[in-house]
């Protein structure tokens, strides 16, 4: 004889609707997937609003307005002399290898190839350490109209400008630098950075006297 279980005693009508019933479900457990992945880039979004906000924060500090305090007039002659060193540089560099093939070729003497080598280091070195000093010299100085933030230029490598913004209470006083009065170049250095560099008030101008002491403390 055959077992009668509790599944068989359940109508034919019954499996329909039990099967509709899961497949219902099967759409239903889809439908929540789906919205559970298209909520998942909101987490990524919360991640990245930080990151947002420093971008904007500099941005708004770069679009702030700045008033002169300093500047050195001088400044457009370094950034002449800049790119004349690296002119002079570089045409004595293609010079160089033209020279040594004539050499090769027993068409120039020894004398000239030692000449022309000679002036091509020197003019390297020369290159060189213009360019560490000429950095190193600020034309402008700024301080913005809620006096927190000071922007300082001076020149690049390659003559051209480059701004630097940094909290005014990273600055070291001239008192606490180290400096006189009656020096020709005064030094500028911030708490936070092994970077100095350098400006004259003999041959620079101070425009904003007071900003110029809420910036570097009194100066004697």
Same mark, same amino acid.
């Given at each position: 004889?055959?077992?009668?279980?509790?599944?068989?005693?359940?109508?034919?009508?019954?499996?329909?609707?039990?099967?509709? &019933?899961?497949?219902?479900?099967?759409?239903?457990?889809?439908?929540?997937?789906? &919205?559970?992945?298209?909520?998942?880039?909101?987490?990524?979004?919360?991640?990245?609003?930080?990151?947002?906000?420093?971008?904007?924060?500099?941005?708004?500090?770069?679009?702030?307005?700045?008033?002169?305090?300093?500047?050195?007039?001088?400044?457009?002659?370094?950034?002449?002399?800049?790119?004349?060193?690296?002119?002079? +540089?570089?045409?004595?560099?293609?010079?160089?290898?033209?020279?040594?093939?004539?050499?090769?070729?027993?068409?120039?003497?020894?004398?000239? @190839?030692?000449?022309?080598?000679?002036?091509?280091?020197?003019?390297?070195?020369? &290159?060189?350490?213009?360019?560490?000093?000429?950095?190193?010299?600020?034309? @402008?100085?700024?301080?913005?109209? +809620?006096?927190?933030?000071?922007?300082?230029?001076?020149?690049?490598?390659?003559?051209?400008?480059?701004?630097?913004?940094?909290?005014?209470?990273?600055?070291?006083?001239?008192?606490?630098?180290?400096?006189?009065?009656?020096?020709? @170049?005064?030094?500028?250095?911030?708490?936070?950075?092994?970077?100095?560099?350098?400006?004259?008030?003999?041959?620079?101008?101070?425009?904003?006297?007071?900003?110029?002491?809420?910036?570097?403390?009194?100066?004697?």
């Amino acid at each position: 004889t055959r077992c009668w279980k509790k599944e068989d005693a359940r109508p034919p009508c019954f499996f329909g609707m039990w099967e509709r &019933l899961q497949s219902q479900n099967q759409r239903v457990n889809g439908v929540n997937n789906y &919205l559970g992945r298209q909520r998942e880039p909101s987490v990524c979004l919360c991640h990245s609003a930080p990151a947002a906000v420093v971008r904007q924060k500099a941005l708004d500090e770069k679009t702030e307005e700045f008033k002169l305090v300093y500047r050195f007039p001088g400044i457009k002659y370094c950034r002449v002399l800049s790119r004349l060193k690296l002119l002079q +540089t570089a045409t004595t560099m293609v010079m160089l290898p033209p020279i040594c093939y004539l050499y090769l070729q027993d068409q120039v003497s020894q004398n000239i @190839l030692l000449y022309t080598t000679g002036i091509a280091f020197f003019a390297g070195a020369m &290159l060189y350490g213009m360019s560490y000093f000429l950095r190193r010299i600020i034309g @402008l100085i700024y301080l913005n109209e +809620t006096g927190h933030t000071v922007k300082v230029a001076h020149l690049t490598f390659w003559g051209r400008r480059n701004d630097i913004y940094c909290p005014v209470e990273t600055v070291v006083p001239l008192d606490e630098a180290g400096d006189s009065k009656g020096e020709l @170049l005064l030094q500028f250095k911030r708490y936070n950075s092994t970077d100095i560099l350098y400006f004259t008030i003999k041959f620079g101008q101070i425009v904003d006297r007071q900003k110029f002491t809420q910036i570097f403390g009194e100066f004697e």
